[in-house]
């Protein structure tokens, strides 16, 4: 059983940087794939980043690759998401999601087993 809680979110202006976290209680923590999706008003859930049990390997969607990196830190139970350059198409709210080992897709929904109930991010023009 793993629990996810984010932080992070906030209202920004278009070209500022956040950091969120992803604060996981359970044992499993250090086993399991991360991810990060986010959703806008009317948009279904889409994948932003994910990063394998050791931080070893990350992906990313197309539409965030070099502005946003994801972390993490197994002594911390806390996985990170560091965006940069927002722009008001990345106001979402944003979920934390874990994997049992690897997920059965990086990219979808069902891939993933457990998750956070989300922070919100809003970035103005």
Not at 18 to 37: N, V
Not at 38 to 46: I, L, N, S, T, Y
Not at 85 to 105: F, I, K, Q
């Amino acid at each position: 059983q793993v629990q996810l809680v984010e932080s992070g979110g906030g209202l920004v202006q278009t070209g500022d940087s956040l950091r969120l976290s992803c604060a996981a209680s359970g044992r499993t923590f250090s086993s399991s794939a991360m991810g990060w999706f986010r959703q806008a008003p009317g948009k279904e859930r889409e994948f932003v980043a994910g990063i394998n049990w050791s931080g070893g390997s990350t992906h990313y969607a197309d539409s965030v690759k070099g502005r946003i990196t994801i972390s993490r830190d197994n002594a911390k139970n806390t996985v990170y998401l560091q965006m940069n350059s927002l722009n008001p198409e990345d106001t979402a709210v944003y979920y934390c999601a874990a994997a049992y080992g690897y997920p059965s897709s990086w990219h979808q929904v069902s891939g993933y087993n457990y998750w956070g109930q989300g922070t919100q991010v809003t970035v103005s023009s």
